[in-house]
């Protein structure tokens, strides 16, 4: 690939989706976008570049985006994550909410929606005490393909295998030939939407716990600072940030704080290191 | 150590779960069939058994619901491993007394996550 191509598309990328590109991942350039160039009718990369810089067309730039996402997912992802949010969580929130009985999530990159799901079978577990409670759950991915795939709620044989207990399987799922499909009522309680985690987030509102996991990683250091500094506008001074296992705020945001002993769970600054429970 | 009895027809698919699970630390042995399976659940009771459904002799099903019959045999977590992946067997399994179930084809990553789940790892 030419210099001047993978330099266009890496600023390219990086104004559009955040996403850093060194040159030792140029093949990944290769391999993702050459099915995106085929759909457009173009010979190679070189064309695609020059169609880019010439039309500037988005629908192009947005399949070229999207395409280098990685989407990588799995149901109760780490497993911690969600006892965490069964035992600390969630136990602070019923009381602390137990006013106006309304809990708002964020699943802020949700990929093919394995992560709203988990948390929302976890919920279902719990039952009787969320009786009368209205939960919501916003998921949005910057990806049009994740987003749709996240909401039909289709899984293959693999891909439920990968996290999800048997009994959650028979119990929220059913079977459509060779994959399996997670119940009507339980898609039907999440919001699934188009968001670019660059853009203005107010209009999505204020969320009780955002999770955003293994997203920053493909982010630069003033990227991730600027993300999670307006996540934390979004937040009560109760409120909880995931990040994914190989993530951290320590030196990127001063906003947030690590939650005392609770790996991977954040709070803001100011706010008490442990939530009352 | 903790041990898994490897049961299934097939020596090469033996030979591959043995290899994931010895990697994960289990100690294993092997049965072809249900009633080979008995006599060594009879012998020493495992921890673990992994299970294959169809099987000459003695079919998985089988050896579970006598399984859970004999003394000592509520002990072992029995996952079920097998190319039967519709919801009816499941469903089957798991009344009879399975803890967990893997629709073959399986990889590492599936046999460790599903005896975390179990509470094996
Ligand atoms: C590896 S997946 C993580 C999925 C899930 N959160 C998990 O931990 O399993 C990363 C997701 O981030 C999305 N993504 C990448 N850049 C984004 C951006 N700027 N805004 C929103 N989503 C983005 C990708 O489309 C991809 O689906």
Redesign the pocket.
Same mark, same amino acid.
Do not use: W
């Given at each position: 690939m030419k210099v001047e191509d993978f330099d266009m598309f890496s600023v390219m990328l990086k104004q559009?989706? @955040? !996403?850093v590109l060194t040159k030792d991942k140029a093949y990944l350039l290769e391999s993702r976008l050459m099915p995106v160039a085929r759909k457009w009718n173009l010979k190679d990369l070189e064309e695609l570049a020059g169609v880019i810089r010439t039309r500037k067309d988005e629908a192009v730039i947005k399949d070229v985006t999207?395409a280098m /996402? /990685?989407?990588?997912?799995?149901f109760f992802?780490?497993q911690k994550p969600f006892d965490q949010f069964k035992a600390v969580v969630l136990p602070h929130l019923l009381q602390a909410r137990a006013a106006k009985k309304h809990i708002r999530i964020w699943? =802020? =990159?949700?990929?093919?929606g394995?992560?709203p799901y988990s948390l929302l079978m976890l919920m279902a577990e719990e039952g009787v005490k969320l009786a009368g409670w209205r939960i919501e759950i916003i998921a /949005?991915? %910057?990806?049009s393909e994740?987003v749709a795939k996240a909401k039909a709620g289709i899984y293959t044989q693999f891909e439920v295998q990968r996290g999800l207990p048997i009994t959650h399987l028979v119990k929220y799922f059913k079977q459509v030939g060779d994959k399996w499909q997670i119940n009507e009522d339980l898609r039907s309680k999440i919001q699934f939407r188009e968001? +670019? !985690? !660059?853009t203005d987030m107010a209009p999505l509102g204020q969320f009780d716990v955002i999770?955003?996991? +293994?997203?920053l %990683?493909?982010?630069d250091q003033p990227t991730k600072g600027k993300?999670l500094d307006n996540m934390a506008k979004l937040l009560p001074p109760d409120g909880v940030l995931y990040l @994914?296992g190989a993530e951290t705020v320590l030196g990127v945001t001063e906003k947030f704080k690590p939650m005392e002993g609770q790996r991977g769970l954040y709070v803001l600054t100011g706010a008490p290191a442990r939530v009352a429970v | 150590m903790k041990s898994c009895l490897v049961v299934d027809d097939s020596r090469v698919v033996r030979k591959v779960a043995r290899k994931i699970l010895e990697e994960l630390g289990f100690a294993c042995t092997e049965a072809e069939d249900g009633r080979q399976a008995m006599d060594a659940c009879a012998a020493h009771m495992p921890d673990a058994v992994l299970l294959d459904w169809n099987m000459p002799v003695m079919t998985g099903i089988e050896f579970l619901r006598r399984l859970r019959k004999m003394t000592g045999g509520q002990g072992p977590k029995v996952i079920f491993c097998t190319t039967e992946n519709d919801l009816a067997h499941i469903q089957e399994a798991l009344s009879a007394g399975a803890n967990e179930y893997i629709m073959k084809p399986f990889d590492s990553e599936i046999i460790q996550t599903k005896f975390q789940q179990v509470g094996l790892l």
């Open positions: 559009r989706s @955040g !996403l999207e /996402t /990685t989407n990588e997912s799995s992802r780490d699943s =802020a =990159a949700c990929s093919s394995q992560e /949005t991915d %910057i990806s994740m968001f +670019n !985690l !660059l999770f955003c996991r +293994n997203v %990683i493909y982010f993300v @994914g | -």
